[in-house]
């Protein structure tokens, strides 16, 4: 299960994963996000907060969790990973390859940081 909230008017998206993903949290995702981003054109912010990474309850959540990032990745200005998991703090590097959006990791006692460094202008 994949708990999201959207900041507005920020524009930031907080994702919090409990439970291993399913293709139904990112179909639900798209629905309240794809409006956003259709207006605005982009979106400033994306944290995700986690206390690990719950990967997903079968291939169909995986192959849907890869479409939703293609479509979406673009749009994201900055993302912010909140985690103590090992696995996690390596992410911004693995991912600082593969988008274009600034990327920064920040312990789970800096979620106020994380969430400030997102909503800053040009941070």
Do not use: C
Not at 56 to 72: K, Q, V
Not at 92 to 116: C, G, M, N, T
């Amino acid at each position: 299960m994949l708990h999201h909230k959207l900041l507005q008017p920020e524009g930031i998206l907080i994702l919090e994963p409990e439970s291993a993903l399913e293709a139904a949290d990112f179909e639900n995702l798209a629905r309240e996000l794809d409006p956003y981003i259709a207006e605005h054109k982009k979106l400033p912010g994306l944290m995700i907060h986690a206390k690990n990474f719950p990967g997903w309850t079968n291939f169909d959540a995986f192959r849907t969790h890869l479409h939703f990032i293609e479509h979406h990745i673009q749009q994201v200005r900055k993302i912010a990973i909140v985690s103590d998991s090992s696995f996690l703090t390596e992410a911004p590097k693995i991912a600082a390859h593969l988008v274009q959006a600034e990327i920064r990791h920040f312990p789970e006692s800096e979620y106020d940081d994380a969430l400030q460094w997102l909503k800053a202008e040009g941070a």
